[in-house]
């Protein structure tokens, strides 16, 4: 990953506390920060396939004078760059999806989409992570321990 990336934090209280007590206990959190990982590749990669946000918001349709130019109408897809430079990332202690896509003058392009009309990580302006992903990222934690 590029060192340019956005860092978004978890804030629900009751993950926190499941975490912070694995922590102590010294877990080995890769097979649950894996799982994570993949879960938000996979639902950033969806959100591509269904033009909307993760959050479910429908991007903003193109312009006419764009269709035009690109000769389809596929809402952020030019080449394919930043979809297929979408991935997954995890360690003992973290687990993250990133994309690193940059113009041929080195703009970091996702950025402006991701913080524009057409998000596709699972993270909103503030972010934060959808509800729903954090409910799901701790489910994914619970059933981690559960099988502990």
Not at 25 to 48: H, R
Not at 95 to 120: C, K, L, M, T
């Amino acid at each position: 990953m590029a060192d340019d990336f956005i860092h978004v934090e978890v804030r629900d209280e009751e993950l926190q506390r499941l975490l912070t007590s694995l922590r102590k206990k010294g877990q080995d959190f890769t097979p649950v920060t894996a799982e994570i990982s993949n879960y938000l590749y996979n639902e950033s990669d969806e959100a591509f396939d269904e033009e909307r946000s993760v959050g479910g918001v429908p991007w903003q349709r193109l312009a006419p004078e764009t269709i035009k130019a690109k000769g389809h109408d596929r809402i952020l897809w030019d080449q394919g760059t930043m979809r297929n430079s979408l991935a997954p990332e995890h360690d003992r202690n973290k687990a993250i999806v990133g994309v690193n896509a940059h113009s041929e003058d080195g703009f970091p392009y996702p950025v402006w989409h991701q913080f524009g009309n057409r998000p596709f990580l699972p993270f909103d302006a503030d972010n934060h992570l959808y509800s729903e992903t954090e409910d799901e990222i701790l489910t994914i934690v619970k059933e981690f321990l559960r099988d502990w």
